[in-house]
């Protein structure tokens, strides 16, 4: 008697702790890895494994793509620009241009789902891509797909920084602002936060346009909090060390703060408004921040407010 049972296309992960731990990982600040690959088990059409994780970006993750497979990556990328959420995680589908037409792919489709399902469990997606040839597998056209703008508008500092690990992004190009930087003081102070030897940084206005170095410090955010000057307008980095829901391990994420105090005049809080985007582009060349926070007021500064924010 012939079997005619309907062959399975229900995906099976292989090494889930492995690419769950590998997921958090690429999310941690604490570690450098911002990919992880993943690929079928030789000789099996339904059994995914972990391949590879590590440094490089999108750029590295380009180089394990061949035309005869298919695979799933996770990356990280750091979206100039962005001033709530510059930090971001794509999930790449990739079939090779020589994977023959039919049930393979088909089978893509549905392990995709699933697989993005098992993803999310432990980290963000803002966007999938995948393209469908190698031609179009460019940073460009992963630029375009997270920042949800057309590719002519990605720009190529944007596509560059995407290859950057969070400890590996280059200054920001600040020559079109009017918002001058006092530099020396400003970058080793916030570097010193995302390097955990201070919690937090407070920067504000010296000047119309000069941002200079307020306080760093090591303490909670009543000590963030005595720097808000109700006649000013300040900016601040708060990293927030929390067990995000679903997950067991601690991890730490930044955010940047807008602090304008109830005293500041309309015309200031215009001016200030309109360089933020430069302001929040200058903090991101040195500390990768996951979202921005402008509180009503001092009472709304704290740690759960934050925490909703970013959790």
Known sequence: MINHAKETTQLKILDQDKIKHELEEVRSNKSSKNWILMGYEEGKKNDLRFEASGEGGFEKVKTYLKDEDIKYAVFEVVVKGDQYNPVKYVLLTWIGENVPP???????????????????????????????????????????????????????????????????????????????????????????????????????????????????????????????????????????????????????????????????????????????????????ASLPFHTHFQPTDKTDLNEKNLLSKLD
């Open 102 to 284: 039919g049930l393979a792919k088909a089978r893509c489709s549905t392990h995709r789902q699933d697989l993005l399902k098992f993803i999310t469990s432990c980290i963000a997606i803002s966007a999938e891509f995948q393209p469908p040839t190698r031609h179009q597998l460019t940073s460009e056209e992963v630029a375009a797909k997270v920042t949800k703008t057309s590719q002519q508008d990605a720009t190529s500092a944007d596509a560059h920084r995407q290859t950057m690990s969070r400890s590996h992004a280059s200054q920001g190009d600040t020559k079109a602002s009017k918002v001058q930087f006092n530099k020396t003081k400003l970058v080793p102070a916030l570097k010193s936060v995302h390097e955990g030897k201070n919690r937090w940084v407070v920067m504000g206005y010296v000047g119309r346009d000069d941002i200079d170095l307020v306080a760093t410090g090591k303490g909670d955010i009543s000590e963030l909090l005595s720097h808000w000057n109700e006649e000013s307008i300040n900016f601040a980095v708060y990293a927030l060390t929390f067990t995000p829901r679903g997950t067991t391990e601690k991890t730490t994420k930044y955010v940047l703060i807008t602090m304008v105090g109830d005293h500041v005049k309309p015309l200031a809080k215009a001016r200030s408004s309109g360089q933020r985007q430069d302001i929040a582009d200058f903090v991101l």
